[in-house]
């Protein structure tokens, strides 16, 4: 039961251009969305968040938007930087539930 | 303040035999998560514990696997006979709150666990 889907498994763009990661999710019960980066041999890092009750939240070069009516979100990131190359998850997480439902997950690769 | 930490990083078992996983959550976190992390798969939650509490196993399997987070102590992760097919990175997380659905978990490096 995959309520989290990131369909593209792997993503390659430029330096200085724009990364767009996408998200799908499936459970209405989800109001809140995080991406998370993980590096190979270690653990995921939390990078942004954003609750159902926005539509945009942004910190420096990365941007999260949520579209409700169309369960997706994506993260943008702008300028894309060759340190930012690692695995994105997407994760959300409803009140009424325990657990966090993650992605599975898109590799960026930005090629200086 | 030290992060989430978890040992050992690296754990081989022979086919039959235990493993233990632990966990250190970060100073203040009270609410411990267990992840799985298969080849080329998302994260899947496993169990959520708070101290000497499990509130959520939903995501354990049924047989060989249990948790603790003791009063005192790390979080501990247990396969028991382990089998080729728990050769998978496991991840724990911690958060300071676990308020409705907006809180923030920080993940430690991960175990992997080779059965060989």
């Known amino acids: 039961d995959q309520q989290v889907k990131q369909n593209s498994p792997s993503l390659s763009v430029q330096e200085g251009r724009i990364s767009i990661l996408n998200c799908d999710y499936t459970?209405?019960?989800?109001?809140?969305f995080l991406w998370y980066k993980k590096y190979p041999a270690e653990g995921p890092t939390f990078l942004i968040s954003?609750?159902?009750?926005?539509d945009k939240n942004e910190d420096g070069r990365f941007t999260v938007f949520l579209n409700k009516s169309a369960k997706h979100l994506s993260l943008h990131i702008v300028p894309s930087q060759p340190g930012d190359s690692a695995v994105y998850f997407c994760?959300?997480?409803?009140?009424?539930?325990?657990?966090?439902?993650f992605g599975a997950g898109t590799r960026l690769t930005v090629k200086p | 303040n030290a992060g989430v930490m978890q040992n050992p990083r690296h754990l081989v078992r022979r086919r039959g035999q235990e493993a233990r996983l632990r966990c250190s959550p970060m100073?203040?976190?009270?609410?411990v998560y267990w992840y799985r992390q298969l080849p080329e798969e998302g994260l899947k939650f496993m169990v959520y514990?708070?101290?000497?509490?499990?509130?959520?196993e939903s995501g354990m399997p049924k047989e060989r696997f249990s948790a603790e987070f003791p009063k005192e102590g790390p979080s501990i992760l247990r396969i028991q006979q382990v089998v080729r097919g728990d050769s998978a990175a496991y991840f724990c997380?911690?958060?300071?709150?676990?308020?409705?659905?907006?809180?923030?978990?920080?993940f430690g490096p991960g175990t992997r666990l080779t059965v060989t």
């Open positions: 997380a911690s958060s300071p709150t676990h308020i409705g659905s907006s809180y923030e978990q920080y």
């Open positions: 459970n209405s019960m989800f109001d809140y």
């Open positions: 954003i609750s159902s009750i926005k």
């Open positions: 994760a959300a997480s409803a009140a009424n539930n325990n657990d966090m439902r």
């Open positions: 100073k203040g976190h009270s609410h």
């Open positions: 514990l708070q101290k000497e509490n499990i509130i959520d």
